[in-house]
């Protein structure tokens, strides 16, 4: 058994669509936005998990959403090779950092806003 889809919380999926592509850099696997349908994948493993950007219109799931956002938690995070290359890479695309590149154990991490309602981290092992 493998992870297929997971899902995002969204304000927008149309909005997230473009900072997940045109951003963050994942590509394109189903989008169509007249259903408001939205899934993106890594272009390192353009087959493998797919992302689905799904809406937040249900009262439960945005009032999950809001909370997570409110206690500053991450809803995803996303494996990178170096994570100060792409978190200067992203500085210069606009994304908003809550923290820069912090050791946290064997990782560095670092937290950004999603433009969508989302915290979303980016991390790295540094065993070193």
Do not use: H, W
Request: hydrophobic share 40%; glycine share 8%; with cysteine.
């Amino acid at each position: 058994m493998k992870i297929q889809l997971a899902s995002v919380l969204v304000d927008d999926p149309i909005k997230a669509f473009k900072f997940y592509t045109e951003v963050l850099g994942f590509i394109e696997r189903v989008y169509m936005p007249e259903a408001r349908l939205a899934i993106v994948a890594s272009p390192e493993e353009p087959g493998g998990t797919g992302l689905l950007l799904e809406p937040n219109d249900n009262p439960i799931a945005r009032t999950f959403q809001e909370g997570v956002y409110q206690q500053g938690l991450p809803i995803i995070v996303f494996g990178v090779e170096d994570i100060q290359k792409e978190y200067e890479r992203l500085k210069k695309l606009g994304v908003m950092f809550r923290s820069e590149p912090t050791r946290q154990g064997p990782f560095l991490v670092a937290d950004l806003e999603d433009t969508c309602g989302n915290i979303v981290q980016i991390s790295q092992l540094a065993l070193a």
